[in-house]
């Protein structure tokens, strides 16, 4: 008899501790189904290439691509991102397949291998059976800051050398040498 209520004893503490685990599941999901409708906080922020570099980009049909989709990634919610990872990894891919030879550097080349590394995490977290919303937003966070990173980068490529700054110089002095100021006498007070 005490063997029986023993048993008995096991299989209801069991059977309690199985329930409180799905209760627990079933709020834990929630918490998620909220957190993956809440819109992507990605930093505002942009840099601005030089002429010449978008002149060159203005024509690369993949940057155009992937500056669309940086640029709707400050707006998304984190469903959308998980829904947009694939395309976002296949646009970086694209990218730095189709590089034009004016902007052929190993820092680019780098930052474009920056870029597909992130897309890919991003896209391997998007696919997780139990997605982590904190994990899927730090990263997609990160995709905006990289690609200004990749800007900048392309923007160093048409900065001026030291030398072309002193070479502008010595044109300038020498235009003010050939043509010099005049300079007007003072208004006399009465």
Same mark, same amino acid.
């Given at each position: 008899m005490k063997t029986s209520f023993w048993i008995l004893f096991i299989f209801l503490m069991v059977?309690?501790?199985q329930k409180n685990t799905?209760?627990?599941?079933?709020?834990?999901?929630?918490?998620?189904?909220?957190? =993956?409708?809440q819109k992507l906080e990605a930093?505002?922020?942009?840099?601005? =290439?030089?002429?010449?570099?978008?002149?060159?980009?203005?024509?690369?049909?993949?940057?155009?691509t992937a500056q669309s989709e940086i640029e709707n990634l400050k707006n998304y919610? =984190?469903? /959308?991102?998980?829904?947009?990872?694939?395309?976002?990894?296949?646009?970086?891919?694209?990218?730095?397949?189709?590089?034009?030879?004016?902007?052929?550097?190993?820092a680019v080349k780098a930052r474009l291998g920056v870029l597909v590394t992130k897309s890919k995490i991003l896209q391997q977290l998007?696919?997780?059976?139990?997605v982590n919303p904190e994990?899927?937003?730090?990263?997609?966070?990160?995709?905006?800051?990289?690609?200004?990173?990749?800007k900048i980068q392309i923007?160093?490529?048409? =900065?001026?050398?030291?030398?072309?700054?002193?070479?502008?110089? /010595?044109?300038i002095e020498n235009e003010e040498e050939q043509f010099p100021k005049k300079v007007l006498p003072a208004s006399r007070k009465r």
């Open positions: 059977g309690c501790n799905v209760n627990s599941n079933e709020s834990n999901r929630k918490e998620i189904q909220l957190a =993956l409708t930093s505002k922020t942009e840099v601005v =290439l030089l002429p010449e570099a978008q002149e060159i980009t203005n024509e690369w049909l993949a940057y155009i919610t =984190l469903n /959308d991102v998980i829904a947009n990872a694939t395309p976002i990894t296949e646009i970086m891919k694209s990218m730095q397949e189709t590089v034009p030879t004016r902007l052929k550097s190993n998007a696919e997780k059976r139990e994990k899927i937003s730090k990263t997609a966070k990160e995709l905006p800051l990289e690609w200004n990173n990749f923007n160093e490529l048409f =900065l001026k050398t030291l030398e072309e700054f002193e070479e502008e110089l /010595d044109e």
